[in-house]
């Protein structure tokens, strides 16, 4: 069910026939949990909890040898995940969002909801991501990123064995 470039890709070998060992970064990441569950109680014992913006993302991941990738080479690996949290604005509530957005829309959501202002920058040039501000408090803010596509930059395929994609 793969397509010709995957498919055509050279098999991993025996190194990786029961998967790729994931242990270590599984328990890597529960000592991350604790952390973070310390860190909102701290929060929460100093009374500043609810006015805490959480925001939790990771960058876009690796092929962990599904399709025979190791690395970053696929369009199944540019999505990340990006989670924000605002107790005093959303409470439990939750929505989800299909919307593009980019590392770079962080700086200028972060700046609007704080109420500064940014760029244009010494060098001229205006900032380079969108306020994505309206998502999290619509109450707030109206910005929301009108885009249909983000660039992807990724190193020179020189087997070309992976076809271009949007």
């Known amino acids: 069910d793969k397509p010709a470039y995957v498919r055509n890709r050279p098999l991993l070998g025996n190194t990786y026939q029961n998967g790729y060992p994931l242990d270590k970064k599984c328990r ?21 909890y609810e006015n805490t913006i959480f925001i939790f993302t990771s960058d876009n ?9 190791l690395f970053k080479f696929a369009p199944h690996t540019t999505q990340m995940p990006l989670y924000v949290s605002w107790p005093k604005v959303h409470g439990g ?3 989800q969002t ?7 829309d962080l700086a200028p959501t972060l700046c609007e909801l704080a109420g500064c202002e940014m760029g244009p920058f010494n060098n001229g040039y205006p900032i380079d991501g969108k306020s994505f501000a309206g998502l999290i408090a619509p109450d ?15 190193a020179i395929d020189t087997e070309n064995t992976v076809p271009r994609w949007r």
């Open 28 to 48: 890597v990441l529960l000592s991350v949990d604790d952390w973070v569950g310390d860190v909102v109680q701290d929060l929460k014992d100093q009374g500043r």
């Open 61 to 69: 991941g690796m092929g962990w040898g599904s399709h025979r990738w």
């Open 93 to 95: 509530s939750f929505t």
């Open 98 to 104: 299909k919307m593009l957005l980019s590392n770079v």
């Open 140 to 154: 707030i803010s109206s910005s929301i990123p009108d885009r249909n596509a983000i660039i992807i930059e990724r």
